[in-house]
């Protein structure tokens, strides 16, 4: 099985984790799970999505349908913030 391993530092001047790199990889894959591990190295938050991944020509049993907690809609519905 292949990985793939994201980790998105946090942008104070956006107040966000830009997600923009894991929404370009998986717009052409079937993703079974995405994992999320939070952490702190020295000051700035830290966020790594582990993506498991099928091997080629093999479909996922479902898509995984990966939706942004960093959105402004996210957020208002309760999602992923950060709050100095």
Known sequence: MLIRVF???FEPMTRRFNDDPVR???ADKNI???RDHFFL???PPYLALVLPLGRPGRR???RHQYQSMFTPQAAAAGGCRMES
């Open 32 to 34: 079974a799970s995405i």
């Open 41 to 43: 190295k020295d000051d």
């Open 24 to 26: 370009d990889f998986i």
């Open 60 to 62: 996922a049993p479902h």
């Open 7 to 9: 980790t998105l530092a």
